[in-house]
């Protein structure tokens, strides 16, 4: 059985491969725990589609300040030189390719980088795209954060996206609590395994033709 790792050690991990300077959205649920995990030694400045640049990790229960929160509605605290503005210029920042790096959920993603995020399609299913699409089409750089299974087994990595879409080849890398993947013309690329986890447990997994960085 492959050796899986916890959302924590994701989270570092993600946060290990933001490069010093990028501007960065972390998408509502576990992406936020990347903020947790930033590397001292870098000045990564967080944005937020609520509208503010420059926030930080989460407070101390008692240092919460209710007037800042992030677009999940969490409690999160603020950097030297942070700034805040509507959340129209927010969206602005990101429909206009400001962003260098967004993490995201995911549903399924497919090999060629579609990303589906927002709904199962499923008739009592609650949509919930928030400001998913135009993050995936702006940011430079989309990180995807996800479990590899779903809850019954089935793997979120796919040929063909069978949910509705966020995004049209816009993944560049996916993050998992099993291996790394490169989002490729080739497909997807195996460029780390968690564990004891081996190719062809992935491939088994997944059902897909998995690649291994060279």
């Given amino acids: ?11 570092r991990r993600i946060a290990a491969d933001i490069p010093d300077g990028a501007v960065v959205n972390l ?3 576990a992406p ?3 903020a947790d995990y930033l590397p001292e030694d870098r000045e990564i400045i967080l944005h937020t589609e609520n509208g503010m640049l ?5 407070p101390a229960p ?10 999940g509605k969490q409690p999160v605290t603020e950097l030297p030189g942070a700034a805040y503005f509507h959340h129209a210029d927010s969206f602005a920042m990101m429909r206009g390719g400001h962003l260098d790096v967004c993490v995201l959920g995911a549903f399924q993603v497919s090999q060629s980088g579609d990303l589906a995020n927002w709904s199962t399609g499923a008739p009592d299913a609650i949509p919930a795209v928030g400001g998913a699409m135009d993050l995936a089409i702006g940011a430079k750089a989309v990180y995807v954060m996800t479990d590899l299974l779903t809850r019954d087994g089935t793997a979120k990595l796919v040929t063909e996206c069978s949910y509705p879409l966020t995004g049209v080849g816009c993944v560049t890398r996916v993050y998992t609590d099993h291996a790394v993947f490169d989002v490729t013309a080739r497909g997807f690329v195996v460029t780390e395994l968690f564990g004891d986890t081996t190719l062809a447990e992935l491939r088994e997994l997944t059902g897909l033709e998995l690649e291994e960085a060279e």
């Fill in 27 to 29: 998408g509502i649920g």
């Fill in 32 to 34: 936020t725990l990347v």
């Fill in 62 to 71: 008692d240092r919460v300040d209710p007037d800042l929160i992030n677009a």
């Fill in 1 to 11: 059985m492959a050796t899986r790792i916890s959302r924590e050690e994701l989270a």
């Fill in 54 to 58: 420059a926030m930080g990790p989460k």
